[in-house]
């Protein structure tokens, strides 16, 4: 029985069909097709039923899958204790954030590619919510405020952030000068999110509303200079248009809470070695950051 059949096939269990496996797992659909045969001929039973809509679990499959994960699993541990110190090989699939991946950790990736040219690494740049285990990431970097999740989190550094807002909507609507008065102002936000702020030691936790939203801090920021409202973007995303001017600091009485960055991954007993390479990296880079880059000071 191949490792590689085994892996393929969690991958469409995973996945719900052939061609998103495929592009998971960087092969032609053929080749998946031709592996799942292959096991499935060699267990004597049907794992998988093909549909138009992709792939579903049989009763066996569903029993297997668990059995095949845990062993590819510890397949990739094994093959991680035998290779020379420091070697990496495989795979690692990484969702990044499009607001500061490009900017913040792209460099950091591929300096791991060169240091591990047996390393395989595919990256996503997205600023909407992934599902790491529905959609086969090994683990992601996320900004902001944590949600509560079943998901392992390791914080890799602080964001700071502020409420901006152009002197044109300012001179059109005012400046709001306590939390509670940010009901009478048009707020641009990612979602229907809750927005912080600290006054002494105590948090302030509002909801504002708005008619602008978008799942970018570029976006916001752009919505800001446009003179649309006020919106909480990171110091990195508006540090060069405070400086010019074109954006203005509101509200600085009572800051936001400094967000943090952070690597999380699915929960399990121990993470992958190359999972923890890359967040000891990344740790790394944001303590010899200089400033200000907005995700550090």
Not at 220 to 249: K, Y
Request: aromatic share 6%; proline share 7%; glycine share 8%.
């Amino acid at each position: 029985m191949e490792i590689e059949d085994l892996r393929t096939f969690v991958e469409v269990a995973d996945a719900g069909g052939v061609s998103p496996a495929a592009r998971r797992l960087g092969i032609s659909k053929s080749m998946v097709s031709r592996r799942l045969i292959r096991l499935e001929a060699e267990l004597g039973v049907q794992l998988l039923a093909r549909t138009t809509r992709g792939a579903a679990l049989t009763e066996a499959g569903i029993t297997f899958r668990d059995h095949a994960a845990r062993v590819c699993a510890e397949i990739d541990v094994a093959r991680e204790t035998i290779l020379p110190s420091g070697d990496l090989r495989g795979r690692l699939r990484v969702a990044v954030p499009l607001s500061f991946g490009p900017s913040h950790f792209a460099h950091v990736l591929a300096q791991m590619a060169q240091r591990h040219p047996q390393l395989h690494i595919h990256t996503s740049y997205s600023d909407r919510f992934v599902d790491l285990i529905a959609e086969g990431f090994d683990c992601a970097i996320r900004v902001g405020y944590l949600q509560d999740s079943n998901l392992v989190a390791r914080r890799i550094g602080p964001l700071y952030g502020k409420l901006v807002a152009s002197p044109d909507y300012i001179r059109t609507h005012g400046s709001p000068e306590t939390p509670e008065e940010l009901a009478g102002h048009e707020a641009l936000m990612q979602g229907t999110e809750a927005w912080q702020f600290m006054d002494g030691d105590e948090i302030i936790t509002v909801h504002p509303r708005g008619r602008f939203k978008a799942d970018n801090a570029l976006a916001l920021a752009a919505a800001a200079l446009a003179g649309l409202g006020i919106a909480w973007i990171p110091e990195g995303v508006t540090h060069e248009h405070v400086a010019s001017g074109a954006l203005v600091p509101v509200m600085t009485r009572y800051p936001p809470p400094p967000a943090g960055i952070y690597l999380v991954r699915p929960a399990g007993q121990h993470p992958a070695r190359k999972i923890r390479v890359l967040t000891d990296m990344l740790i790394a880079c944001f303590e010899e950051a200089p400033a200000p880059l907005g995700v550090g000071r």
